[in-house]
Protein backbone atom coordinates (compact mmCIF):
# COMPACT_ATOMS: atom_id res chain seq x y z
CA UNK A 1 0.00 0.00 0.00
CA UNK A 2 1.39 3.42 -1.02
CA UNK A 3 1.48 6.23 1.08
CA UNK A 4 0.06 8.88 -0.90
CA UNK A 5 -3.27 8.47 -2.28
CA UNK A 6 -3.39 12.11 -4.06
CA UNK A 7 -6.88 12.35 -2.33
CA UNK A 8 -5.99 15.20 -0.33
CA UNK A 9 -3.98 17.33 -3.03
CA UNK A 10 -7.27 19.84 -3.12
CA UNK A 11 -7.62 20.43 0.39
CA UNK A 12 -10.26 17.39 1.27
CA UNK A 13 -9.68 14.83 3.20
CA UNK A 14 -12.34 11.34 4.11
CA UNK A 15 -13.47 11.69 7.86
CA UNK A 16 -16.45 11.26 9.74
CA UNK A 17 -17.65 9.21 6.68
CA UNK A 18 -17.67 12.37 4.07
CA UNK A 19 -15.23 14.50 2.56
CA UNK A 20 -14.28 17.54 4.84
CA UNK A 21 -12.43 20.28 3.93
CA UNK A 22 -8.33 19.78 6.04
CA UNK A 23 -9.15 23.33 8.16
CA UNK A 24 -12.22 22.33 9.92
CA UNK A 25 -11.83 21.61 13.81
CA UNK A 26 -12.10 18.03 13.49
CA UNK A 27 -8.86 18.47 11.95
CA UNK A 28 -7.09 20.35 14.29
CA UNK A 29 -8.66 17.93 17.05
CA UNK A 30 -7.63 14.83 15.15
CA UNK A 31 -3.69 16.69 14.64
CA UNK A 32 -3.77 17.68 17.79
CA UNK A 33 -3.84 14.39 19.11
CA UNK A 34 -1.77 13.12 16.62
CA UNK A 35 1.04 16.22 18.22
CA UNK A 36 0.53 14.45 21.80
CA UNK A 37 1.25 11.35 20.49
CA UNK A 38 4.16 12.37 18.76
CA UNK A 39 5.90 14.35 21.23
CA UNK A 40 5.11 11.29 23.70
CA UNK A 41 8.12 9.29 21.38
CA UNK A 42 10.99 11.95 23.42
CA UNK A 43 9.22 10.95 26.70
CA UNK A 44 9.25 7.22 25.95
CA UNK A 45 12.76 7.40 24.66
CA UNK A 46 13.88 9.22 27.46
CA UNK A 47 12.06 7.46 30.54
CA UNK A 48 14.66 5.38 32.31
CA UNK A 49 12.16 2.46 34.04
CA UNK A 50 10.47 -0.04 31.28
CA UNK A 51 6.95 0.03 33.25
CA UNK A 52 7.40 3.77 32.82
CA UNK A 53 8.38 3.50 28.87
CA UNK A 54 5.73 0.66 28.22
CA UNK A 55 3.20 3.00 30.43
CA UNK A 56 4.02 5.61 27.45
CA UNK A 57 3.47 3.51 24.83
CA UNK A 58 0.43 1.90 25.85
CA UNK A 59 -0.44 5.95 25.70
CA UNK A 60 0.58 6.32 22.37
CA UNK A 61 -1.60 3.49 20.82
CA UNK A 62 -4.35 4.61 22.91
CA UNK A 63 -4.24 8.13 21.36
CA UNK A 64 -4.50 6.35 17.68
CA UNK A 65 -7.25 4.57 18.75
CA UNK A 66 -8.32 7.78 20.12
CA UNK A 67 -8.38 9.49 16.71
CA UNK A 68 -10.12 6.70 15.17
CA UNK A 69 -12.79 6.64 17.43
CA UNK A 70 -13.01 10.54 16.90
CA UNK A 71 -12.97 10.17 12.90
CA UNK A 72 -15.46 7.85 12.99
CA UNK A 73 -13.69 4.50 11.73
CA UNK A 74 -13.71 2.73 15.05
CA UNK A 75 -14.77 2.60 18.90
CA UNK A 76 -13.22 3.60 21.80
CA UNK A 77 -13.89 3.15 25.12
CA UNK A 78 -12.99 6.81 26.95
CA UNK A 79 -12.07 5.15 30.24
CA UNK A 80 -10.33 6.83 33.13
CA UNK A 81 -10.11 4.71 35.79
CA UNK A 82 -6.39 4.04 34.18
CA UNK A 83 -6.05 7.53 34.76
CA UNK A 84 -6.97 7.77 38.20
CA UNK A 85 -5.29 4.72 39.56
CA UNK A 86 -1.95 5.57 38.07
CA UNK A 87 -2.07 9.62 39.19
CA UNK A 88 -3.07 7.97 42.93
CA UNK A 89 -0.13 5.56 42.85
CA UNK A 90 1.93 8.39 41.54
CA UNK A 91 0.66 10.78 43.99
CA UNK A 92 1.39 8.13 46.84
CA UNK A 93 4.85 8.10 45.34
CA UNK A 94 6.05 12.14 44.40
CA UNK A 95 3.92 13.31 46.82
CA UNK A 96 0.27 15.38 46.61
CA UNK A 97 -0.44 18.41 44.36
CA UNK A 98 1.18 21.63 46.03
CA UNK A 99 0.84 24.00 42.68
CA UNK A 100 2.77 23.62 39.51
CA UNK A 101 6.39 22.37 39.69
CA UNK A 102 9.03 22.83 36.81
CA UNK A 103 10.53 19.02 35.28
CA UNK A 104 14.27 18.23 36.92
CA UNK A 105 15.09 15.41 34.20
CA UNK A 106 14.35 14.93 30.59
CA UNK A 107 11.74 12.88 30.62
CA UNK A 108 10.02 14.62 32.86
CA UNK A 109 10.08 18.12 30.67
CA UNK A 110 9.04 15.89 27.87
CA UNK A 111 6.02 14.33 29.57
CA UNK A 112 5.21 17.88 30.62
CA UNK A 113 5.63 19.27 26.80
CA UNK A 114 3.12 16.62 26.39
CA UNK A 115 0.84 17.66 29.28
CA UNK A 116 0.43 21.58 27.42
CA UNK A 117 -0.22 19.44 23.98
CA UNK A 118 -2.87 17.57 25.60
CA UNK A 119 -4.29 19.99 27.03
CA UNK A 120 -4.56 22.06 23.79
CA UNK A 121 -6.12 18.52 22.18
CA UNK A 122 -9.18 18.96 25.37
CA UNK A 123 -9.49 22.76 24.24
CA UNK A 124 -9.72 21.60 20.67
CA UNK A 125 -12.71 19.42 21.82
CA UNK A 126 -14.02 21.85 24.00
CA UNK A 127 -14.98 23.70 20.79
CA UNK A 128 -16.71 20.73 18.70
CA UNK A 129 -20.36 20.95 19.48
CA UNK A 130 -20.94 17.29 18.45
CA UNK A 131 -18.04 15.81 20.07
CA UNK A 132 -18.43 12.82 22.52
CA UNK A 133 -18.14 14.02 25.99
CA UNK A 134 -15.47 11.13 26.77
CA UNK A 135 -13.34 12.56 24.71
CA UNK A 136 -12.94 15.63 26.67
CA UNK A 137 -13.33 13.64 30.34
CA UNK A 138 -9.93 11.35 28.87
CA UNK A 139 -8.00 14.11 27.73
CA UNK A 140 -8.77 16.07 30.79
CA UNK A 141 -7.82 13.01 32.94
CA UNK A 142 -4.79 12.44 31.01
CA UNK A 143 -3.42 15.92 31.22
CA UNK A 144 -3.47 15.56 34.82
CA UNK A 145 -2.28 12.02 34.87
CA UNK A 146 0.68 13.51 32.51
CA UNK A 147 1.37 16.35 35.61
CA UNK A 148 2.29 13.70 38.06
CA UNK A 149 3.73 11.24 35.42
CA UNK A 150 6.64 13.95 35.17
CA UNK A 151 6.80 14.53 38.77
CA UNK A 152 6.95 10.87 39.16
CA UNK A 153 9.83 10.25 36.38
CA UNK A 154 11.74 13.45 38.45
CA UNK A 155 11.90 11.38 41.57
Not at 6 to 35: P, Q
Not at 72 to 94: K, M, N, Q
Amino acid sequence: MKIYTKKGDEGYSDILKKRVRKDDEIFNLVGTIDKLSSSLNFARIEAEKTEIKEEILKLQKDLVSLNGFISGYSSFLCDVSFFEERIDYYTSEAGSFEGFSFAGTKAGAYIDFARCICREAERCAVGIDYIDIGVIKYLNRMSDYLYMLSKYVDM
